[in-house]
C-alpha cells in the first residue's frame, strides 16, 4: 500500500515524532516528549492529525518553525 511507504518517509523525516493513519484514513504525529513550557507558549501542539501526508509534512514543519527547530526541505527524504 501506497500508505505505508508514505508512513515510512514522514517517519524517517521526523524521527521525535510517531507517525500513524487512523481507520477513518486520517494522519496523524505525536510527539516522543512533553512540551516545555516555551514550546506551549509558542502555539506547539503535542498531536497533530491531516487529511493527507503532505498536509501532515506540512504541519510538522509548522510545529518544527514554533519551536524554533532546524527547518527541514519539503517533500520525502531522499532514500
Known amino acids: 500500500m501506497a500508505f505505508d511507504r508514505h508512513l515510512a518517509e ?3 523525516e521526523y524521527p521525535q515524532w510517531t507517525i500513524w493513519r487512523s481507520d477513518a484514513g ?3 504525529a ?5 512540551l516545555s513550557e516555551t514550546q506551549r ?3 506547539c501542539a ?5 487529511d493527507d501526508p503532505d498536509d501532515l509534512r506540512e504541519q510538522l ?3 518544527e518553525r514554533r519551536a524554533g527547530e532546524p527547518q527541514r526541505r519539503a517533500g520525502p ?3
Do not use: C, V, Y
Request: net charge positive.
Open 10 to 12: 514522514i517517519a524517517r
Open 77 to 79: 527524504a531522499p532514500p
Open 41 to 43: 507558549d509558542a502555539g
Open 46 to 50: 503535542m498531536t497533530i492529525d491531516a
Open 30 to 34: 505525536t510527539r516522543h516528549h512533553p
Open 61 to 63: 514543519r509548522d510545529q
Open 26 to 28: 486520517r494522519w496523524w
